[in-house]
């Protein structure tokens, strides 16, 4: 079965700095993942997501991501924050396997990231 | 832009009573899917569901459970009878296909006394 760890449960940073938000898996099969974002009071919205192809995939609002299947990763990057990226952010991943997928995610614990003034 | 709508927001019930969580997905999606999330927990998949039948269930998703697509429209999560460990926000999302991005709803908080 897949799992999936966030190792950072909260990430504070000051606006315009850099920030990375690590994330790690393990399947015993072929996966498709996926950077979430859920804002205050609403749904998980979609960042990004691999597929497959290139293993950078650029997101929306700025975000990026490494797929590095040698370290089982997919951390979210952006070179610069806004105060309004102030919200929790979610890895996930999807098995497939010889074509077939369902589509069941599985969520990491989540990162929040805070950023200051 | 279209999206997945939940109601109710916030449901209160009592232990033993059965709830019914709506969500309207995307009009052209094809699969369904029911997640929830304990506070301070992780996002958990509950069920998938496609082509009229459940494609995939968790552990979770016990004999107290059920999900309905009553018409064209709503996707349905049914809880028989509610226990105090039922208290969680539920989400509801949808996809156009298997491997296509997921579209989640504003969740449903269900708590219960």
């Known amino acids: 079965a897949q799992s999936v760890t966030q190792l950072d449960s909260q990430v504070p940073v000051f606006e315009e700095a850099p920030v990375e938000l690590r994330c790690n898996y393990s399947?015993?099969?072929?996966?498709?993942l996926f950077w979430y974002v859920q804002y205050p009071n609403q749904g998980l919205q979609l960042l990004l997501k691999?597929?497959?192809?290139?293993?950078l995939v650029k997101g929306i609002n700025g975000f990026e991501a490494e797929f590095n299947k040698s370290q089982t990763s997919f951390h979210l990057r952006k070179p610069s924050v806004h105060i309004s990226d102030t919200a929790e952010y979610f890895c996930a991943v999807s098995e497939h396997a010889g074509g077939t997928s369902y589509g069941k995610l599985t969520f990491g614990q989540g990162t929040i990231l805070t950023v200051h003034p | 832009e279209p999206e997945v709508t939940q109601t109710p927001s916030h449901q209160v019930t009592q232990m033993g009573q059965e709830v019914i969580l709506r969500c309207v997905p995307i009009?052209?999606?094809?699969?369904f899917y029911w997640y929830r999330q304990i506070l301070g927990q992780k996002v958990e998949f509950l069920v998938s569901?496609?082509?009229?039948?459940?494609?995939?269930k968790s552990e979770i998703f016990d004999d107290q459970f059920s999900v309905e697509r009553p018409d064209g429209s709503n996707f349905t999560l049914k809880i028989r009878s509610t226990k105090l460990e039922d208290s969680a926000m539920y989400f509801c999302?949808?996809?156009?296909?298997?491997?296509?991005?997921?579209?989640f709803g504003p969740g449903t908080r269900l708590t219960v006394l």
């Open positions: 399947s015993s099969v072929s996966v498709y």
């Open positions: 569901f496609y082509n009229n039948e459940i494609s995939e």
């Open positions: 691999y597929l497959s192809g290139s293993t």
């Open positions: 009009s052209n999606h094809l699969y």
């Open positions: 999302a949808s996809s156009d296909g298997a491997a296509d991005t997921q579209y």
